[in-house]
């Protein structure tokens, strides 16, 4: 990997940037990736953190090998270590046989431990004898499994104050950290914006045989007034969503603002928070999943309407030329009904409820799909599940 130029090292890794600290991010996974070290990737929440352990990956002698992604924000805190490890028959409720985990399933290759800082304590001890050994067993058994696995771990939580909170041991933070990639997020690399618009509309737009004109410069400039709170997980978003419901026209200004409801375009990003900062958690977390669900509701009636038109123009060479259609947003009916007519949830709870309904019906009830679609862990969705009872 020596004297490899970044372009190069872009296409190899699939993450793309020009920033300085994209640039130190890319040669570090050069250095990286040809040894067997445990490595640790800090990142928010859409910054590519997956992608950098696939690089990682790619680029190391095991790439011949299996790479196993397990996300661990998104399995139950009781059978997590059944599936990582593995378990014997009979060593609880439902062990109706031997099971091999995750660990012997990469075994020569890589593993990759998403959310890692939600891994249970308990979870933790095993997985640092592993680091350390390459040996465990499995659930209920007695005798030691070897295996030869690399570890890639990531997170979007600062793991010091986890260990400082007592939530993450220090042992196996600081046998991990040794090796730590940080993500910047995209707020800190706007100069990176403009080249990821053009790369995933270009991308989206020949994978599906579509002749987009692009986005204006006032479009453009809009954009990189945004704060992007999804990174670059959300531009992707938004730019696939802005080809289909301007049916492959310009891309202008007045689309961005209203879609990424901006009403004040000289707005500095301390304005383009989602929400107010002086909140409970619980309260910011609702209200992002609630903002998130309605962009959601609006985005998918519209592109049901667009997608079609714009596929009969397609077909018959002759696109029509974009006429906004209003989009209103009405909550689903709960079955409660007032005079004869249903009774739309007027509360914050009671829409959240509705729309995170809407989301798993429209996933066919796949709960890590909704979770993605929201842009919240599985653990999180699982929590609201059994709030409301749905």
Request: hydrophobic share 40%; no cysteine; aromatic share 6%.
């Given at each position: 990997m020596q004297n490899i130029s970044i372009e190069e090292l872009q296409k190899l890794t699939g993450f793309y940037g020009s920033n300085?600290?994209?640039?130190?991010?890319?040669?570090?996974?050069?250095?990286?990736?040809?040894?067997?070290?445990?490595?640790?990737?800090?990142?928010?929440?859409?910054?590519?953190?997956?992608?950098?352990?696939?690089?990682?990956?790619?680029?190391?002698?095991?790439?011949?090998?299996?790479?196993?992604?397990?996300?661990c924000g998104a399995i139950p805190e009781g059978i997590l270590e059944s599936e990582l490890f593995g378990h014997e028959k009979g060593s609880f409720t439902g062990a109706v046989g031997q099971k091999k985990g995750y660990f012997e399933a990469a075994d020569k290759g890589t593993i990759f431990l998403d959310e890692i800082g939600e891994m249970p304590l308990n979870t933790q001890v095993k997985l640092l004898r592993v680091?350390?050994?390459s040996e465990f067993m499995r659930v209920g058994g007695t005798e030691i499994q070897k295996v030869d696995v690399r570890v890639i771990a990531?997170?979007?939580?600062?793991?010091?104050?986890?260990?400082q909170d007592n939530q993450f041991r220090r042992d196996l933070y600081y046998r991990l950290k040794a090796i730590t990639l940080v993500i910047p997020p995209l707020r800190e690399r706007k100069d990176d914006l403009p080249g990821l618009i053009d790369l995933f509309a270009r991308q989206f737009a020949d994978k599906n045989n579509i002749n987009f004109k692009?986005?204006?410069?006032?479009?453009?400039?809009?954009?990189?007034?945004?704060?992007?709170?999804?990174?670059?997980?959300?531009?992707?978003?938004?730019?696939?969503t802005a080809i289909i419901l301007n049916r492959g026209e310009v891309v202008r200004s007045d689309y961005v603002r209203n879609a990424?409801?901006?009403s004040n375009p000289s707005a500095g990003a301390a304005d383009m928070l989602p929400m107010p900062v002086n909140k409970t958690p619980e309260q910011v977390e609702r209200e992002?999943?609630?903002?998130?669900?309605?962009?959601?509701?609006?985005?998918i009636t519209e592109l049901k309407q667009m997608f079609a038109s714009f596929m009969?123009?397609?077909?018959?060479?002759?696109?029509?030329?974009?006429?906004?259609?209003?989009?209103?947003?009405v909550p689903a009916d709960n079955g409660d009904k007032e005079n004869g007519n249903a009774v739309k949830p007027t509360t914050l709870a009671g829409m959240e409820r509705e729309m995170i309904k809407e989301t798993?019906?429209?996933?066919g009830g796949s709960r890590r799909k909704t979770a993605r679609a929201l842009q919240i862990s599985e653990r999180t969705l699982y929590r609201k599940i059994k709030e409301y009872g749905l």
């Open positions: 300085p600290r994209v640039e130190e991010l890319l040669q570090t996974i050069a250095m990286v990736a040809p040894t067997d070290l445990s490595v640790l990737i800090n990142g928010e929440s859409g910054t590519g953190k997956e992608v950098v352990a696939t690089a990682i990956h790619r680029l190391s002698k095991r790439k011949n090998r299996s790479l196993v992604s397990v996300n680091l350390e050994t990531a997170t979007n939580r600062n793991l010091e104050q986890a260990v692009g986005f204006s410069p006032d479009a453009v400039n809009l954009m990189m007034q945004y704060n992007w709170p999804g990174n670059v997980r959300e531009v992707r978003n938004f730019v696939e990424l409801n901006m992002l999943i609630y903002r998130t669900l309605v962009a959601m509701k609006l985005e009969q123009g397609a077909y018959s060479g002759n696109l029509p030329a974009a006429t906004p259609t209003p989009v209103s947003y798993l019906n429209r996933f």
